[in-house]
């Protein structure tokens, strides 16, 4: 009984001291009781930092963003000055570009001037050859036949008509070098076209003869005046009558035939020669073609008469054309409108 109570006694003894040691344990802060007191005291300097510093960057955007602010007040500056030297740059651009362009024009009516210059002297250059022909006709004409008075009268007629022509000519390649701006004008009057071709007939007559080459006149002698440039019809048909002669063979017929169809006078030259082929007829009126039948008695050929004849007749209002066929001869043939 005795020793129970000792053991008894010794436990509660026990037990005390380590309550009194875990009391002074607490005390002591051993367990760290008051450790949330103790951080958050240690971590107040660290937000008042980082408080501080969000503010110091507030304040350095506010400064980029007067900066940038700045800079693009000067750039919109700029920007307005560079538009205001794009207008003035698309401005004299366009002055520019209608200066090129009014100097393009210039240039073009230069080249066109130029081209009518060497087409007209083309055509004078031709139209000199066929009375030079004639004349040289008339006089080996005068030497080779003992001729009445009444056929030297003719021919001295028909001498005299040639040189005027000559002349007239002459005279105009004296204006087309005297005046800057030349061009192919029509001096336009009312003219019956067989006064034309009878003229011409005459013109080429001894040049017939010395080829034995029959050349006939058949008119409509019901025939209007009309609207035309007497001379240049006359070359036109000068051209035609002159071929026909030159490229027919000894012996050939060549007829002139004028006629009415509608409200147009035609002039046909009919030979009964070698003829085209289709070639020939498709390129006959190009400047400066040579067809393929060459010249019977060896007389030049320049590529021109026909080309020329077709300028003429369409400054008219008119059109030419030719109808041939290889070994059946050939018809060459204007129109002019009688209104």
């Known amino acids: 009984m005795?020793?129970?109570f000792t053991f008894i006694v010794g436990i509660s003894v026990a037990f005390i001291f380590f309550i009194g040691i875990f009391v002074f344990l607490i005390k002591k802060n051993v367990f760290g009781t008051n450790e949330p007191d103790t951080a958050g005291t240690a971590q107040q300097p660290?937000?008042?930092?980082?408080?501080?510093?969000?503010?110091?960057?507030?304040?350095?955007?506010?400064?980029?963003?007067?900066?940038?602010?700045?800079?693009?007040a000067f750039m919109e500056v700029k920007m307005e000055k560079m538009e205001e030297k794009v207008k003035e740059l698309k401005a004299t651009n366009h002055d520019l570009e209608e200066h090129a362009k009014q100097l393009h024009q210039?240039?073009?009516?230069?080249?066109?001037?130029?081209?009518?210059k060497d087409e007209l002297f083309s055509i004078i250059v031709h139209d000199l050859k066929n009375p030079a022909s004639a004349i040289k006709n008339f006089i080996?004409?005068?030497?080779?036949?003992?001729?009445?008075?009444?056929?030297?009268?003719?021919?001295?007629?028909?001498?005299?008509?040639?040189?005027?022509h000559i002349l007239?000519?002459?005279?105009?390649?004296?204006?087309?070098?005297?005046?800057?701006?030349?061009?192919?004008?029509?001096?336009?009057?009312?003219?019956?076209?067989?006064?034309?071709?009878?003229?011409?007939?005459?013109?080429?007559?001894?040049?017939?003869?010395?080829?034995?080459?029959?050349?006939?006149?058949?008119k409509d002698d019901s025939l209007p005046q009309i609207s035309m440039d007497f001379n240049k019809i006359k070359d036109v048909i000068d051209n035609?009558?002159?071929?026909?002669?030159?490229?027919?063979?000894?012996?050939?017929?060549?007829?002139?035939?004028t006629k009415r169809e509608n409200d147009n006078i035609i002039l046909e030259v009919i030979d009964n020669g070698f003829g085209l082929s289709q070639e020939d007829v498709k390129r006959?009126?190009?400047?400066?073609?040579?067809?393929?039948?060459?010249?019977?008695?060896?007389?030049?050929s320049s590529g021109l008469g026909l080309w020329i004849a077709k300028r003429i007749i369409e400054e008219h209002k008119g059109r030419v054309w030719v109808k041939s066929?290889?070994?059946e001869g050939s018809t060459f043939a204007f129109s002019l409108p009688i209104a």
């Open 106 to 116: 210039s240039k073009r009516k230069l080249e066109e001037l130029q081209v009518q």
């Open 325 to 327: 066929k290889q070994g």
């Open 284 to 300: 006959a009126f190009e400047k400066g073609s040579k067809l393929s039948t060459r010249p019977t008695g060896g007389e030049s």
């Open 2 to 4: 005795e020793h129970n």
């Open 140 to 164: 080996e004409l005068l030497e080779s036949y003992d001729l009445n008075a009444q056929e030297q009268q003719e021919i001295m007629h028909g001498l005299l008509e040639t040189s005027t």
């Open 168 to 218: 007239s000519l002459a005279d105009e390649v004296s204006k087309i070098m005297s005046v800057e701006k030349s061009n192919f004008k029509l001096e336009l009057g009312l003219h019956n076209i067989n006064d034309a071709a009878l003229t011409i007939i005459n013109r080429n007559l001894p040049f017939a003869q010395k080829k034995k080459i029959k050349l006939t006149l058949t």
């Open 240 to 257: 035609l009558v002159n071929n026909a002669i030159k490229f027919a063979p000894e012996g050939a017929r060549v007829e002139v035939i």
């Open 46 to 72: 660290e937000t008042s930092n980082e408080a501080n510093s969000d503010a110091d960057l507030i304040e350095d955007l506010k400064r980029e963003n007067k900066n940038l602010n700045a800079k693009l």
